[in-house]
């Protein structure tokens, strides 16, 4: 048995509404843009001891898509988690910014009032987008290396601004009169490729120490960016391989920057269908995707890969031969090198790669079964050294969402893989405890 505990979070995208499931009598679906919703949410995930609750986020619609889904809508992530903040005392709250679209000081500033407002539990998912460029005047979106250009310096900024005003200036001190240290408060006077920034924040840091920061995004650039500054790390790892070598990268990225390599969590999203029965999760798995024609898979395999397989029959092979080199329309390295990857080493029937996670379900870990082989494949991918935790996307029903909760979650403390008590009432410092 692993010695080492899981960091668990739960995504408050609703994803088990994905597809038809929003069509379900007891789905609730009318409620995703109000705040009783995600409180409910927000407190049965802190009273499981959860981690962190998360928000995906997305800066445009699919106003295509609006008749039969959200369309990538959704309540903004950062207000949203300022809202639970006033319902909840332990739980991590880590919400989803874009420096491709925001200016660092917006994002220093929102970020540590979130901070300050929730005693010390707020995290950041730092993202570069893929799509959303003609909502904020851009014809296109910025390359993959320009976003990860400007995320780094953003993020260079940001902390920076965080530090420009300390913790410990803050003095009210009513009997001197003074109110904060101006000696500890600084501009930082930066100046970059992108950013020119006085300073300082015009708001103190929290004395829980700095937010622990998030990325999602693998490719080349993305595992640099990430492994000099996340914490955590929102990963697509579809297989136990892909998993492991992902992690086993990251570790060696973060201890070439001097950094120690536990210092990272490598947590894939896990896309959980949850029956009472074998047979019950099968059959919630099939349903979640049934609404898909052949010509949406096909769709998203030409949006991931820029492949046409449009004029092949269900049983022709696809190879390596059929994936173009120099895709410049791809959205994300990520998805693209998943799905290529998978290709070459399995030369799959146009029917196999159409029912592939990284096409019909953003490339996320699946687990389908009961709460019991749910915790096994859990304890054998953490024992492998695959992941240090996860967030949960229950996925087909909200019957997966309970289950997870009222067996998956008490499985895994009966197993000594998860906390019944949070260490502190801080995130970070329940972070730093689940790796002992
Ligand atoms: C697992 C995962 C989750 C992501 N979540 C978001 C998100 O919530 N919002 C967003 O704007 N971009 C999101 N992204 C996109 C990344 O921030 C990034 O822009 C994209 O993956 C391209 O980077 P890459 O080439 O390194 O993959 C996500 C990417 C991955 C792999």
Redesign the pocket.
């Known amino acids: 048995m692993s010695e080492k505990h899981l960091c668990i979070g739960l995504s408050l995208s609703p994803t088990w509404l994905n597809g038809w499931g929003w069509r379900k009598k007891d789905s609730s679906a009318e409620r995703i843009f109000s705040a009783d919703f995600y409180i409910e949410l927000t407190k049965k995930a802190e009273e499981a001891k959860l981690d962190f609750v998360f928000k995906?986020?997305?800066?445009f619609l699919h106003p295509e898509r609006v008749n039969v889904s959200p369309a990538m809508g959704g309540l903004d992530p950062t207000l949203l988690m300022t809202m639970l903040a006033e319902h909840t005392s332990q739980i991590g709250l880590v919400t989803?910014v874009?420096t491709t679209f925001n200016p660092p000081y917006v994002i220093a500033r929102q970020l540590q009032t979130l901070h300050r407002l929730s005693g010390g539990r707020a995290g950041w998912?730092i993202?570069?987008?893929?799509e959303g460029a003609d909502n904020f005047g851009h014809k296109n979106m910025p390359s993959?290396e320009e976003?990860y250009n400007r995320a780094k310096e953003s993020v260079e900024v940001i902390r920076k601004l965080w530090r420009s005003y300390p913790a410990e200036a803050l003095l009210v001190d009513r009997a001197e009169g003074i109110f904060a240290d101006k000696e500890k408060i600084h501009p930082i006077d930066y100046k970059g490729d992108f950013y020119d920034v006085k300073g300082p924040l015009n708001l103190p840091a929290h004395l829980a120490g700095e937010l622990p920061l998030f990325q999602?995004?693998?490719?080349d650039?993305?595992r640099e960016f990430a492994s000099g500054v996340a914490s955590g790390i929102?990963?697509?790892t579809p297989t136990i391989e892909s998993a492991i070598s992902y992690r086993q990268d990251l570790r060696n990225r973060a201890m070439s920057k001097g950094r120690d390599a536990d210092d990272i969590s490598v947590l894939p999203?896990l896309s959980l269908f949850l029956g009472n029965t074998t047979a019950e999760a099968n059959a919630l798995y099939r349903d979640a995707f049934a609404h898909l024609s052949h010509e949406q898979q096909l769709a998203m395999v030409r949006r991931i890969l820029g492949v046409d397989l449009s004029g092949f029959a269900k049983e022709d092979k696809v190879t390596a031969a059929n994936i173009p080199h120099d895709n410049q329309q791809m959205?994300?390295?990520?998805?693209a090198e998943l799905l290529k990857d998978y290709i070459v080493k399995n030369e799959p029937t146009v029917q196999q790669l159409l029912s592939r996670p990284e096409v019909i379900s953003?490339a996320h870990w699946i687990i389908i079964g009961t709460a019991e082989e749910a915790a096994q494949q859990i304890e054998y991918w953490l024992d492998k050294g695959a992941i240090d935790g996860f967030i949960a996307l229950p996925g087909g029903s909200i019957s997966s969402l309970q289950l997870f909760f009222d067996e998956l979650l008490p499985l895994l403390v009966e197993k000594g893989l998860f906390r019944e008590e949070y260490e502190s009432d801080t995130f970070i410092k329940n972070l730093t405890k689940q790796k002992n």
């Open positions: 995906p986020d997305a800066l989803t874009s998912n993202v570069t987008s893929i993959s976003r999602a995004g693998a490719s650039a993305g929102f990963a697509a999203g959205h994300s390295k990520t998805h953003s």
